[in-house]
């Protein structure tokens, strides 16, 4: 099935550093969402975008809706140990309730 | 309030086994969804509910699989018979279709999953 592609595939950093990741389509999306998912755990909800160029924060947590609608990144800022997991893109065309996911940026903080 | 709640967490059978999962999206969802995420992989949709109609089942493989929703609220994921191949996590979600509405419509939230090793 269609995905998105979503860069890096994994990241390792040293806490407190600031982490940035995309995804990227080569269609036009209406909505973008970024979920977190951990170990054994379903993927959990962090930010939801709606509008192009809208620009969303979640705590230390970035999002953008890309102008072109075509993508959308994520930041986090001053990452620490508890910022470990697998973070998806996940994006709906217009006129489609289907959700389709990015393979996911895993990340790695280091203390 | 309760999220998307799904049982069993963890099922291992051997193959050519039945197995069944079950969900109870958060209350007031009329949309429900299953996902199927291989490893390393994102969630992938099998099937689309709005109230009790499957409204896409396209990437369902109808021949083994199949689903229910017959009250419009909890549901019902079978795989018969299991295959290897069918290892997965098996992802059940829910939102709420406010026709288009923005703030906080149709925004997709998960449940733990069911996680299947087929041997």
């Known amino acids: 099935g269609q995905q998105l592609n979503q860069s890096p595939q994994s990241m390792f950093i040293q806490e407190g550093e600031d982490v940035s990741m995309n995804c990227t389509s080569s269609?036009?999306?209406?909505?973008w969402l970024w979920y977190k998912q951990e170990p054994g755990e379903g993927p959990v909800l962090l930010i939801a975008?709606?509008?192009?160029?809208e620009l969303t924060s979640n705590g230390r947590l970035t999002a953008q809706f890309g102008i072109t609608r075509k993508d959308s990144f994520l930041n986090i800022s001053a990452s620490i140990p508890s910022d470990v997991g697998i973070y998806f893109c996940?994006?709906?065309?217009?006129?489609?309730?289907?959700?389709?996911f990015g393979k996911g940026t895993k990340l790695t903080v280091n203390p | 309030e309760a999220g998307v709640v799904q049982s069993p967490r963890y099922k291992i059978i051997e193959k050519k086994q039945p197995v069944a999962f079950w969900c109870n999206p958060i209350?007031?969802?009329?949309?429900l969804y299953w996902y199927r995420q291989n490893l390393g992989q994102g969630p992938e949709l099998l099937i689309r509910?709005?109230?009790?109609?499957?409204?896409?089942d396209s990437q369902l493989p109808k021949d083994r699989f199949s689903a229910e929703r017959l009250k419009g609220v909890d549901s019902t994921l079978k795989i018969q018979p299991a295959e290897l191949g069918d290892s997965a996590v098996y992802l059940c979600?829910?939102?709420?279709?406010?026709?288009?509405?923005?703030?906080?419509?149709?925004?997709?939230?998960f449940g733990e999953g069911s996680w299947l090793t087929v041997v």
């Open positions: 975008l709606y509008k192009a160029g």
């Open positions: 996940a994006g709906r065309q217009g006129g489609s309730e289907k959700l389709v």
């Open positions: 509910y709005e109230n009790e109609e499957a409204v896409d």
């Open positions: 979600a829910s939102s709420l279709d406010q026709g288009g509405s923005a703030f906080s419509g149709n925004t997709i939230y």
């Open positions: 269609s036009i999306f209406n909505t």
């Open positions: 209350s007031g969802h009329n949309t």
